[in-house]
């Protein structure tokens, strides 16, 4: 059964500050790996997608790298602002035809002004 | 595009009550997924569907937990008779196909508490 981790389960920065978010998981038999977004009372929104075959993939401020045979992904995010506060899920889709996804607890993130 | 809906946003109701959870996809996509969100256990898959059929319901925590898809725009998550330990948010998904590429969208979430 995949089980996805995350580390640390909070954090908080100072604003302007780089920095780098961590997920595992134990399969390593995936078909993607997703980043997504929580704001408080709110629903998910997906940041970015990295499919099996890829290595990473970048969106404005935000890049998410996949290792998948170590079972590994990060998510860096470049000079940090108070709106990026929010807690940061990773999921996978897991291989052998699922289509739901497995989702890390996620990390909570308080950026300071 | 109005994105997923769920409704209601927020329902309380009484130990031993039946509790109906809605959800309509976003219009074309033809994949929808319950999850369920507690803080011990993190978002949980309960159940999805492809076209309309149940594919997966292992996620389904017991009996009294049902879901239908009656047509391509709605669903239902329904729990009779509900309990206190069902208290959580309730998120419904939807995706455009079963390629790789493509990515659930969530709706906002139901908040259920069961007293």
């Known amino acids: 059964k995949q089980e996805v981790t995350q580390i640390p389960a909070a954090l908080s920065v100072p604003e302007g500050e780089n920095l780098v978010l961590n997920c595992s998981f134990t399969?390593?038999?995936?078909?993607?790996l997703q980043w997504f977004r929580q704001d408080p009372g709110k629903g998910l929104t997906s940041l970015l997608l990295i499919q099996s075959s890829q290595r990473e993939q970048t969106s404005g401020r935000l890049n998410a790298s996949l290792d998948k045979s170590s079972g590994r992904s990060t998510l860096y995010i470049a000079a940090s602002q108070p709106g990026d506060s929010a807690t940061y899920l990773c999921?996978?889709?897991?291989?052998?035809?699922?289509?739901?996804?497995?989702f890390g607890k996620g990390t909570h993130l308080i950026i300071q002004p | 595009d109005a994105g997923v809906i769920q409704s209601p946003r927020h329902e309380v109701t009484e130990m031993g009550q039946e509790v109906t959870l809605r959800c309509k996809p976003i219009s074309g996509h033809n994949s929808l997924f319950w999850y369920r969100q507690t803080m011990m256990r993190g978002l949980e898959l309960l159940i999805y569907?492809?076209?309309?059929?149940?594919?997966?319901d292992s996620g389904m925590p017991e009996d009294r937990f049902s879901a239908k898809m009656p047509n391509a725009s709605f669903s239902t998550l329904k729990i009779q008779p509900s309990e206190p330990r069902d208290s959580a948010v309730y998120f419904c998904a939807s995706k455009r196909g079963t390629a790789n590429q493509e990515t659930q969208y969530f709706g906002p979430g139901t908040r259920l508490l069961v007293l």
């Open positions: 399969d390593s038999a995936i078909y993607n």
């Open positions: 999921a996978v889709r897991s291989g052998g035809g699922a289509d739901g996804l497995t």
């Open positions: 569907f492809n076209n309309n059929v149940p594919i997966d």
